[in-house]
């Protein structure tokens, strides 16, 4: 069976540039990188390995919602200008880039469903709760700063809601670390209670002269926005790859 280790490629490097003391020396950041895959790669043995990195087009995301990611900090310029550098060095040790044309995380969740849809097995290593979505026990989440596996049964417990409901609460509740909205004065808390009661945001406004009037205001006038967030926290499961397996094989002798 394929086993297929796919890197979240900004989530890792820049976590690990943010470590380093000097941020515009970046001349020992490739062999950390390079360091950290080695490592993935000796712990989880798997069969092909790619990097995926974030493209410069403006996302889908961004197109629908402007302020989506607003505030965001950019990424340091030593480190923008060292990229092509770093994908060179990292294709030298067998690890090979897959270069999206928006944002990454979409080009992950496409390339893990085909995989897996194919009978292989997908291991996703960023520490973005977003991936927790791919609900399938081929598909696993690693996050390589913690050594800890993400797990659905984790999330379900963090956010208190059901693995089927989060795209629902992250649409009443929003996400502030990308600046979706969700509905403004429904906070987490809410968010649950609400889901709770009626199980998805389809049933919450189908039912909603069963909702308080203060939280029924509150969805009524956020409507829109609930809608839009639901749209902005789904992955996309069939972007473009333009890639082929073979690609992205290991050596055997890794």
């Not at 069969?47 to 087009?57: E, F, T, Y």
């Not at 069963?210 to 996309?236: F, N, P």
């Amino acid at each position: 069976m394929n086993k297929f280790l796919i890197v979240d490629g900004m989530n890792i490097v820049r976590r690990i540039h943010a470590a380093q003391p000097n941020e515009s020396d970046i001349s020992g950041l490739k062999e950390r990188v390079n360091g950290a895959c080695q490592k993935l790669i000796k712990y989880h043995q798997p069969s092909h390995v790619a990097i995926v990195w974030d493209g410069n087009a403006l996302s889908w995301r961004k197109a629908l919602y402007e302020d989506y990611k607003k505030g965001r900090k950019p990424m340091p310029e030593a480190l923008a200008n060292g990229l092509a550098d770093l994908k060179t060095y990292l294709a030298t040790h067998h690890i090979a880039s897959l270069n999206a044309e928006a944002e990454a995380d979409d080009v992950i969740a496409t390339l893990a469903t085909k995989l897996v849809n194919m009978g292989g097995e997908a291991i996703i290593v960023s520490t973005d709760k977003g991936f927790c979505q791919l609900n399938h026990p081929n598909i696993k989440q690693w996050d390589h700063f913690n050594q800890v596996y993400l797990t659905v049964e984790a999330m379900e417990q963090k956010l208190g809601v059901e693995h089927k409901q989060f795209i629902d609460y992250l649409a009443l509740a929003g996400d502030s670390g990308n600046k979706i909205p969700g509905v403004p004065g429904i906070g987490p808390k809410s968010a649950v209670e609400l889901l709770k009661t009626f199980r998805s945001l389809a049933n919450i406004y189908g039912s909603i002269e069963e909702v308080g009037s203060k939280q029924a205001t509150k969805l009524e006038k956020g409507k829109q926005l609930a809608r839009l967030s639901y749209k902005l926290v789904q992955l996309q499961l069939d972007m473009p790859l333009n890639a082929n397996l073979k690609d992205f094989r290991l050596p055997r002798s890794n």
